[in-house]
């Protein structure tokens, strides 16, 4: 039985999975590298938690419950007695390796070592530690206390049991957990992935504004919003250094960045949380104000 969860990145995503796991009844360690940033995830936590009650969702007695099982910190030394520790900072190998390899010495024997990675080797995540079999990837998606799915990946490694508590505590959290095998981007992103970078494509090369294209795929597919303001959502960091990992991963030229994704990253439009992707944002984080074009 999961009780105690570690969840390492105070982000879009770390943020959000310490909210569902709080809700969950779980006691909940945040670990960030600055106060500011564990701060501003405390924040937007109880932003979102306060959107609940105000929707009639959550109780105000729950919402106090959970907010008071959430300590943070910045020593992840804190994770010793966790039973799970979800790992949600960048998406960057050499930093989740290494991340990987210090939780491994400071967490007990048998605790879960899960990565909200979106598209990198669980496998290889695994190799950094002594606990392969305790290794799994818990892919929650944006965002978290919204979204129904949690893609479970299986490292070569991994054992039984291991996914069968990861399996267990995703719901609890409310989710539906599904399986999928350790290959680059998975299942979620190995298909969204390219829909978006073609929508990048097509600004880049003077087809249509980012506003004529989310609105073609909005009302034209059905899609609950534009893959551009989905792209800004995700963190356009986020999306290209996925799409390196599908490039150089599946060795497929198909997959090759836009040049000007890399352009925009290059200078700082990381989408919403930077307040400027292929749309504007008052502010990072802040609703959007106008398009770019
Ligand atoms: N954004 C999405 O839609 C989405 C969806 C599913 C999965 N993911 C994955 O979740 C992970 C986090 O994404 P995000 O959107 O929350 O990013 P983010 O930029 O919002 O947050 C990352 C956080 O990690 C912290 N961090 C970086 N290195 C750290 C370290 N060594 N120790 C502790 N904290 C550290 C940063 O300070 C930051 O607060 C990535 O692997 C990403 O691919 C993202």
Redesign the pocket.
Known sequence: MIERVGV???????SGIAHVAALAGKSVTL????DA?LER?LGAIRKNMARQVEKGKLAAEARDAALGRIATTKDLGAFAGADLVVE????HEP?KRE?FGRLDSICRPGAILAS????ISVTRLAAATKRPENVIGM????PVPVMALVEVIRGIATSDDTAARVVASAKEMGKTPVECRDFPGFVSNRVLMPMLNEAFFAVHEGVATPDAVDTIMKLGMNHPMGPLTLAD???LD?CL??LRVLHSGLGDDKYRPCPLLVQMVDAGWMGK?AGRGFHRYAGPGGERVAATS
């Open positions: 390492v990145g105070a982000g879009q995503m770390g670990v960030d590298v600055e940033f995830g949600a900072v960048v998406e930093t991340l909200n990675t979106s598209s892919h929650f998606m944006n959502f995700i963190g986020t250094a996925i949380k």
